[in-house]
């Protein structure tokens, strides 16, 4: 079981195909997402990433925590379970 993480402060051109690249290199990545604006399509600017096991993740978090991507520093840490919303 992977770990899914939240990566805050992105960039807005970044995309769910770039995002999947730049944590590649860290591990095996199960899923990239940049969560986008429903009317728009523009990105919100964060998103989350599923990797394959937790050294792995743990391994993205040290590099990429704090690390500019495009001009921003971007935010990575362990994503925390969906809240309800009733």
Known sequence: MGKKLYVGNL???MNDQKLNEVFSAYGEVVS???ITDYESG????????EMANDNDA???IQQLDGKELDGRNV????ARPKEDRR
């Open 42 to 49: 523009r990105s919100k600017g964060f998103g989350f990433v």
């Open 11 to 13: 960039p807005y051109s």
């Open 75 to 78: 935010r990575v840490n362990e």
């Open 58 to 60: 743990a391994t993205a």
């Open 32 to 34: 990239a997402k940049v």
